[in-house]
DNA sequence: TTTGGTGCAAACTGTTTGCATCTTA
DNA sequence: TAAGATGCAAACAGTTTGCACCAAA
């Protein structure tokens, strides 16, 4: 099974790192990990502790923004500022680097991929020695179905938020 | 002289949209106004709302965080989300569409202009029938200064945050 | 057994809201 | 003079911190 192998494989990749880092190996760390690769698309911190919560997982808030400080170390997630004032996250591993479009009126968040971006990092580096890190470009704007002005309640709201 | 004709240029703007839109012309509105345009790089509430203190004018943040609106809505303004938690405003009026650099390590914000994410927009639109409205791409790493290791101290800190 | 990690609650920060007062139209 | 806008302070939401307890190494 693919969602098993992937499961291990960050579990270890999270291990690994934990290890290398002098950092303990928490049974918190690894459940925390094990959700968040258990879903899909974005969440955010309130969403997870919830959904952890009501699995009856004795988890804090505080664990999980400290658990998330070493994910991002690692790179098994990705965060993201959108537009509101809270962060979003994302799995990072085994998903390739993708940009986002969002949908001003629903609030859905859709991926894209544009092989031109990589090409507009490497100029900036080569011409304003800028040492990049990582990008994010957020395209706002109308998704196509709330172009079709379809009423919100027809629709599935925020499915990647 | 420019900064005059700036000045009283975006005043007009701000005084038409508020007419148009059944606002009042408060004097409030139009010093936060000329405050934002008599300095240059970009802002946050608090940095404003401290310095319009210091020059003795009367302002609540409140209506500093209603004003921002008013200014986004007629595009005298944008608003940007970099990494921190809040939220940072530029300029808009006369001032060309462009994208941010971001240092990781002195918070540093420049700005580039490159064509290709014009042709990366009108891609978006035609392949997923997406409708642009405005996009954001941010770059974070490290500028020149901090990739030869200056000690922070020797360097301007956040000269445009 | 030591020290880093945990849960909980309190603190903090940026933003929003409620309300009495003021002021533009 | 009535609807909107204001200043202030309290409320709010997301995140961070302090601390006593717990458990990996």
Do not use: W
Not at 24 to 29: A, C, G, L, M
Not at 81 to 104: G, P, Y
Not at 122 to 133: A, G
């Amino acid at each position: 099974m693919v969602q098993v192998d992937t499961q291990d494989h960050v579990q270890r990749i999270f291990s690994d790192y934990l290890e290398r880092n002098g950092h303990r190996k928490t049974p918190e760390r690894f459940a925390i990990l094990g959700e968040i690769y258990a879903q899909d698309g974005h969440f955010d911190i309130e969403r997870l502790y919830v959904r952890m919560k009501s699995k009856n997982y004795r988890v804090s808030r505080a664990t999980l923004y400290n658990t998330m400080e070493l994910l991002l170390d690692c790179e098994l997630v990705r965060r993201h500022r959108f537009a509101s004032d809270k962060a979003h996250f994302e799995k990072a591993h085994a998903n390739r680097q993708h940009d986002h479009l969002i949908c001003e009126q629903c609030g859905r968040v859709q991926e894209f991929c544009d092989p031109r971006i990589q090409q507009i990092r490497k100029t900036v580096s080569e011409v304003l020695h800028f040492q990049v890190q990582y990008h994010a470009l957020h395209i706002h704007g109308l998704c196509s179905d709330c172009q079709n002005q379809r009423p919100a309640h027809e629709r599935d709201r925020q499915t990647h938020l």
